[in-house]
């Protein structure tokens, strides 16, 4: 039984994900291989919507002022930053370097140290230290020590060229006061608007002690208030060794000083750049754990996230992902994470009026419980007559593994799946593992979903069993809002689903090869709905048939 609780410690991460998917994968090899998947499968989509003009400003002029002063093109100043593999086998964007002089440079220009408790304060959990640390932090060029205990305050704001530092995880905590109204965030920097640049928070953990609210249906306000830690307009920042807990909002936001919904295409103006977030842990979040927003150049490595409350929302429809990159994210990588009864375990996802977060590398994570493990979406360009995604493109996942997704009361409704794909392009999985509970209801389901209008999606080196109780193993749905141009190799199937691989009706372009499905008395290996298909190199054990093409259902092989 895996169980992944609070106290699960993330530097076991890669160890965890190693056994799980039965092999030990050389990091520069499975790099390099996902980057050709990336490759091959963009070929096929040379124009990637540029945004060359602004709208004029009529006939909206109140809305297309703001749009001006507010938002950017999401194409702007795009680097095509990569993943480097050093010669131990760590995985790093390559703009790690640079992230990592900037410390250097954060270090000399620290003038001045400062131990909390020579100012007078006490880690007695009942003392208001919101004024010690002021005074503390001052303009900056700072290291800042917490020692072990509780210290209460109402905000902590963080200007440019600072450390905070404390004792530990669970051994210094900072702990909002109990007056501190619903929208507080815990600790921010301190110039939204202007914006900050060398910020390290780290050995701490954060308390926005929810339980001071009392009884109330919603945690948050609105915005990215009533978080735990958010940086808003920060180049160059560290979070490290943090645990966060119970905040109405998230427990780390990486983002601009305001969302933004001007529509696909934009992204808001000040985002925060060159962010590393390594060894987090959070819970009890009303929204997410770890999210990004209108930020670009983010390093997310060995964070856990499990069991939100999910009270950010309204009961039963709550969105509580552990990991979810969100609108205007641009190159973030996430590296040997994992999270647990959340909704989503990572969500690369936009609302129908932002970008698409895009250049996406996700490398190990470890998704326990989860209801959907791996959900990749542009919300309102799903269907047939919606708008096509300007930019949900350039996604890429290796190494991964979905351990018995399951029914979830955050989202009520929503059926579990390993993985969903939607309206994005230009998407490579690469070694990927779903593990079901062979006794779970699954009630039909497919278990792997590639749907409404996801386009150029390679799937390669796949692994899943257990999921007896589904529809299919993996399923490329059909229909005016089809799935298309997915290529599926390389599958093996164990006493799994009674269909391994179904494509529906409309999807022209489609191939799979090399499947080895296994299982007793189950149904089909291959269902196709189209002549169009490319299927090489089935075998089977345990299948009533091979192949069925339902458009010629006598050709049954």
Sequence with gaps: MVNLDRN????????????????????DELVNETNRLLMAASNNDKQLFPIKKRPSFFPDFPVNVKRFFQTKSAFDDAVPYHTVVDVNGNAAPNWLTKLNKEYENLLEKINRTVHIGDLGAVGDGKTDHTETF???LGHGHVKVFVPEGIFIVKEIKLPSYTILVGAGKGKTVIKLHDSAPKGMRLISNKHHRTGNR????????????VERLGFVEKTSTWGNHSSCLLYANVKYGWVKEVEASNPGLHCFDISSPLYNYYGDGYRARNGSEFIWLDNLTGYGFGDDGITTHHSDNIFISNCHMSDPSGKA???????????EIDDGSRNVWLLNNSTARCFGGVEVKAHATSSAPMNIFIIGHLSVNDNRSYNFRHIGHHKNNDPESK????????????????????YGHSAPRAMVVSAYKNVAVHHFTAIGDPSYDYNGEPVIAIQYRAR????????????????SDIKVFGGSN??????????????????????GKGVTQSLVEKVFAEAINAKTVVQIAENQSVIKEIQSIGFKETILRLSDEENTV
């Design 134 to 136: 002021k005074l503390a």
């Design 8 to 27: 699960h410690n993330p530097r076991n991460n890669a160890d965890m994900i190693s056994r799980f998917s039965e092999k030990n994968l050389s990091m």
């Design 482 to 503: 089809h799935a298309d141009n997915v290529k599926i190799t390389k599958v093996v199937s164990k006493h799994s689903a009674p269909k391994t691989i179904e494509i």
């Design 391 to 410: 930019t949900a493109i350039n996604l890429t996942a290796a190494n991964i593994i979905s351990f018995h997704p399951v029914y979830s009361e955050l």
């Design 198 to 209: 060398n910020i390290y928070v780290g050995g701490m953990t954060l308390d926005w002690n």
């Design 313 to 323: 929302h309204k009961k039963g429809f709550s969105n509580s992902n552990g990991i």
């Design 456 to 471: 150029n999606v390679r799937l390669n080196n796949i692994k899943v069993s257990g999921f007896s109780n589904a529809g």
